[in-house]
């Protein structure tokens, strides 16, 4: 079956990293779209990035105008894991951070605003303190 396990949130101080990790289950990233996305309370949810998975490991990725400069998204189809490294973290980014895909797609769909995201994980919350 079908499971995104997300992973490696927590609380920092402003300027603070953390790593966050979502372990994929029962599907292949390649020729899938994975997806990070955040809510914070009383807000919406929105996109921080996207990757797609090519055969070979050719990767396209997309990041939010707010992550391009501090987060860094990363996958390994061994593990069949992707990775959300975030650098410079600040209070505007305390949020519930969640892992979605989107199975077997076309590579246009993981161009943002990118939708169809058929399985999420449950989050993990990332708190930043000023």
């Known amino acids: 079956q079908v499971e995104l396990v997300e992973s490696g949130g927590g609380s920092v101080q402003a300027g603070g990293s953390l790593s966050l990790s979502c372990a994929a289950s029962?599907?292949?990233?390649?020729?899938?779209?994975m997806a990070w996305f955040r809510q914070a309370p009383g807000k919406e949810r929105e996109a921080v990035a996207t990757?797609?998975?090519?055969?070979?490991?050719?990767?396209?990725?997309y990041y939010a105008h707010f992550a391009e400069d501090r987060f860094t998204f990363s996958q390994s189809t061994a593990e069949n894991t992707v990775y959300l490294k975030m650098t410079g973290l600040q209070p505007e980014d305390t949020a519930m951070y969640y892992c979605?895909?989107?199975?077997?797609?076309?590579?246009?769909?993981?161009?943002?605003?990118?939708?169809?995201?058929?399985?999420w994980g449950q989050g993990t919350q990332v708190t930043a303190s000023s």
């Open positions: 029962g599907f292949t990233l390649i020729r899938t779209c």
């Open positions: 979605a895909a989107q199975i077997g797609g076309d590579p246009e769909t993981c161009v943002p605003p990118s939708g169809g995201f058929d399985y």
């Open positions: 990757m797609y998975t090519y055969d070979f490991d050719r990767l396209d990725t």
